[in-house]
């Protein structure tokens, strides 16, 4: 656990924590326009299948106010090491404070100190650029817009593959 400012903390997620963590990404998504409401469901079913590699969760006063999941991806070319982002999540009325910067900073950062190789996303590549993130050809994903899926090596090799999700990310 680490405290990012004085009114924030970011620590590890454990079983005590879902219920407020799962309520909290229905409401992240709740008006997205690229949802389909299955966050949460993804959240739990990660917990429940043991795959979520990083679980973090942003206090704000005790109380939770975001949360970021990682969890390891499948490469077709036999790759390991790769991690999928997501979900991530902050509170709706405190967006835009710093508190989804600081959870992905300390979900790269925790990726990075367990040797990961490198991590991909599925979202904006305005918000995920300025965390290194790019759609890179070699890594597709497909029937998703290309620009939209973007990966982070933490080295200089990059595979040339496909990527598959655990079956997590079917959960409804």
Do not use: K
Request: aromatic residues 6%; negative net charge; contains cysteine.
């Amino acid at each position: 656990m680490h405290t990012i400012s004085e009114d924030l903390t970011i620590r590890d997620c454990n079983a005590a924590d879902t219920v407020a963590r799962d309520a909290l990404i229905t409401r992240a998504f709740l008006d997205a326009p690229h949802s389909n409401g299955t966050e949460a469901a993804i959240a739990a079913a990660l917990d429940s299948r043991g795959m979520a590699s990083v679980s973090l969760l942003a206090l704000r006063a005790g109380v939770v106010v975001g949360c970021v999941l990682t969890s390891p991806v499948t490469l077709s070319d036999g790759t390991t090491g790769w991690h999928g982002l997501g979900p991530i999540a902050v509170e709706p009325t405190l967006q835009g404070q710093g508190i989804g910067v600081a959870l992905m900073d300390a979900a790269l950062a925790r990726l990075r100190a367990e040797d990961a190789a490198g991590c991909v996303v599925l979202g904006d590549p305005a918000y995920y650029g300025h965390f290194g993130f790019i759609a890179d050809a070699r890594l597709a994903f497909p029937g998703v817009p290309p620009e939209y899926f973007q990966s982070l090596s933490f080295s200089d090799a990059m595979p040339e593959a496909i990527v598959r999700y655990d079956v997590a990310f079917d959960a409804s």
